[in-house]
Every structure is written in C-alpha cells, then in structure tokens.
C-alpha cells in the first residue's frame, strides 16, 4: 500500500511539472516562433490568432497528429509531446505555416516552487515564461489599447509564450491559477 501511494504521489507530481509551450497561430508566422524545441512530456498549444482557417498536421518526423479544421480567433489544439526527436508541422491550407518541434529528453523536477506564480524576463525579447506552484487555468495578454492579443487555456505549472512577433511595448498579462489570479505590467523589446 504504501509503495502505491508513493508511486501516485509521484505521478501526480511529476505530470503537474511539465511545460505548456503556446504558439501564436496565424498567417504569416516567424518560424521563428514555430521551430521550437521541448521536453519529452511537454504539451504544444497552437492557439489562432487571425480569422482564416488552419490546420495543425504533423507532415513526417517521430509523430503523427492533426487538429482537423480550426476556425475562429481564440480556438485552440494542443498535442503533448511524448516521442524523442523532430517532427514539422504545417497548416493544410497554407503551405508557409510550418514549423517543428524538437522533443529532447526530459531533464526531470527542477526545483519546488513555493511562491506566488512568477512572470519573467521583464523586459522580454522572445519567450516569456510564466510558473505556478499550482496549474495555470488562463493566461490572457492584452496591449495597452486594451485589446486582448492572447488568451487560451494554460493547463499545466509553467507555460511558454512565444512573443518575438509581438510589437514593442507594454503588456498586460493576466494569469488564472489556483483560484488566484495575477496580473502584472510586462515589457516587450
């Protein structure tokens, strides 16, 4: 009984540990932006961020997923990666929407985060990382005219956002997580 228990404990754990990697999906994407590397376990959310319709879809490499049609600014897919190795992806439709995701492996628990969620870098150039010690239910971002930019379901401790395509400027980032919620001035360079 107790070697269960353990073993539930850490599954528990160590699922809630994994990474949600958020990519801006839209046309004319950076590659920038959609080559990305993750950890085995980590979960890709591609959320569209323009009107058109896309699809996500695996085209070769170590797995195999498609979104099917996604349509409607806000509307998300999320694949979790669990192979080693490179797979490109591509949206159906337009043939310059591609990317890659290389899944290295996972580097296991880092450290045990008993603070409040952290927003950081700040200024950010590329990437800005968000944590939780509890899971991130909504992450929505919004620019100073007070339009919302971003804003999809988070589902794990740490996520990703990919904001090199993001102009200049101040940001709002408001964070759901555990019944909290955070909201915090960020910098984009």
């Known amino acids: 009984m107790k070697n269960f228990l353990l073993i539930a404990v850490l599954t528990a ?19 920038s932006q959609t080559f990305i590397t993750v950890e085995q376990g980590d979960t890709v959310t591609w959320t569209l961020t323009d009107a058109m319709p896309h699809t996500v879809t695996s085209n070769g490499g170590v797995e195999t997923f498609d979104s099917g ?7 998300t897919y999320s694949h979790t990666f669990e ?8 949206c159906s439709f337009h043939a310059s929407m591609e990317g890659q995701v290389t899944v290295t492996p996972s580097m296991g628990i880092e450290n045990v985060k008993n603070t409040a969620f952290r927003i950081y870098p700040n200024p950010a150039k590329d990437v ?26 988070g589902k794990s401790s740490e996520v990703r956002l990919y904001v090199e395509n993001y102009p200049s400027g101040s940001y709002i980032v408001k964070v759901q997580s555990g019944g909290k919620n955070q909201t915090e001035t960020i910098i984009k360079n």
């Open 128 to 153: 800005l990382n968000i944590s939780s010690p509890a899971l991130i239910d909504r992450v929505t971002i919004i620019d100073m005219s007070g339009k919302i930019v971003f804003d999809a379901a």
């Open 13 to 31: 754990f160590s699922a809630g540990a994994q990474v949600n990697h958020m990519v801006n999906w839209h046309f004319g994407v950076s590659t």
């Open 69 to 75: 049609l996604i349509s409607g600014v806000g509307n």
């Open 83 to 90: 192979t080693l190795g490179v797979t490109p992806y591509v």
